[in-house]
């Protein structure tokens, strides 16, 4: 493939794949991989130990002051072949991925500040290109002029499968029911929210991965890659 660096912007709903297929495309291009869901995260999990959310409202102000104080880094850890997040140098992996960050996700990212904050962070990362984010906004928001956007989705009882078995699988004690209701519950915030609401960009490509394996979502989003670098 040529040596041309580009942006690959990967937006799209909650557990349809999306960060899977983007850490597997950076490692295939050498590209540095951006997982910005666990940036919201990371911010959630410090209002939570901080108490600063109750009844799955935040206090606004407080979150908002204390963005300062959380600086978000990310390492690959080669032996495992994924991601690292940290917090202020804690690694923080495990617990960010926790029900209890996902259940209350959506309104810290509701907070126009603390979008600002992240999307002021993501650009940063993206300014050498040879990059792939994930997330909801990143070719609308922060990548608007990304060279390949790919939108992905999968019906929502897929996705609650999938999440379900993940978290099963890490001995988490959960239920099906929860879980979809969780997904079905991140989609509406996240595609009604008045800031930056998850919605396909018009030149992003779809990809539904209901029906089709991870090496076929790959080799599909590889042959689009093909074609941004080399058309
Ligand atoms: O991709 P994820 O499920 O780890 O993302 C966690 C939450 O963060 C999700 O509910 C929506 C929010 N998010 C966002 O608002 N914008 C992004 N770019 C990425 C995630």
Same mark, same amino acid.
């Given at each position: 493939?040529?040596?041309?660096?580009?942006?690959?912007?990967?937006?799209?709903?909650?557990?349809?794949?999306?960060?899977?297929?983007?850490?597997?495309?950076?490692? %295939?291009?050498?590209? !540095?991989?951006?997982?910005?869901?666990?940036?919201?995260?990371?911010?959630?999990? /410090?209002?939570? *130990? %901080?108490?600063?959310?109750?009844?799955?409202?935040?206090?606004?102000?407080?979150?908002?002051?204390?963005?300062?104080?959380?600086?978000? &880094?990310? $390492?690959?850890?080669? %032996?495992?072949?994924?991601?690292?997040?940290?917090?202020?140098?804690?690694? /923080?992996?495990?617990?960010?991925?926790?029900?209890? !960050?996902?259940?209350?996700?959506?309104?810290?990212?509701? =907070?126009?500040?603390?979008?600002?904050?992240?999307?002021?962070?993501?650009?940063?990362?993206?300014?050498?290109?040879?990059?792939?984010? @994930?997330? #909801?906004?990143?070719?609308?928001?922060?990548?608007?002029?990304?060279?390949?956007? =790919?939108?992905?989705?999968?019906?929502?009882? =897929? *996705?609650?499968? #999938? *999440?379900?078995?993940?978290?099963?699988?890490?001995?988490? @004690?959960?239920?099906?029911?929860?879980?979809?209701?969780? !997904?079905?519950? *991140?989609?509406?915030?996240?595609? &009604? #929210?008045? /800031?930056?609401?998850?919605? $396909?960009?018009?030149?992003? =490509?779809?990809?539904?991965?209901?029906?089709?394996?991870?090496?076929? $979502?790959?080799?599909?989003?590889?042959?689009? !890659?093909?074609?941004?670098?080399?058309?």
């Amino acid at each position: 493939m040529s040596t041309k660096k580009i942006i690959i912007a990967i937006d799209g709903h909650s557990s349809c794949g999306k960060s899977t297929m983007a850490k597997q495309l950076a490692q %295939k291009l050498g590209y !540095v991989y951006i997982d910005t869901g666990a940036m919201y995260r990371v911010v959630t999990l /410090v209002a939570l *130990r %901080k108490g600063w959310i109750e009844n799955k409202v935040p206090d606004k102000a407080k979150v908002i002051d204390g963005l300062k104080d959380i600086k978000i &880094t990310f $390492q690959w850890d080669e %032996k495992q072949g994924k991601n690292t997040t940290f917090l202020n140098g804690e690694n /923080v992996e495990e617990e960010i991925r926790r029900l209890e !960050v996902s259940e209350n996700v959506s309104p810290i990212s509701t =907070i126009a500040e603390v979008r600002a904050e992240m999307v002021h962070q993501q650009r940063e990362n993206g300014k050498e290109k040879g990059i792939v984010m @994930d997330g #909801r906004d990143i070719g609308t928001v922060v990548f608007p002029n990304a060279e390949l956007k =790919i939108f992905m989705t999968a019906s929502p009882e =897929i *996705r609650a499968e #999938r *999440r379900y078995k993940e978290l099963k699988e890490k001995g988490l @004690d959960v239920n099906f029911e929860e879980v979809l209701s969780n !997904v079905e519950g *991140r989609d509406k915030i996240d595609s &009604t #929210r008045e /800031v930056s609401p998850l919605k $396909q960009a018009g030149d992003a =490509i779809v990809l539904d991965t209901s029906y089709m394996t991870r090496e076929e $979502q790959l080799e599909w989003t590889i042959n689009k !890659v093909k074609e941004r670098i080399e058309g």
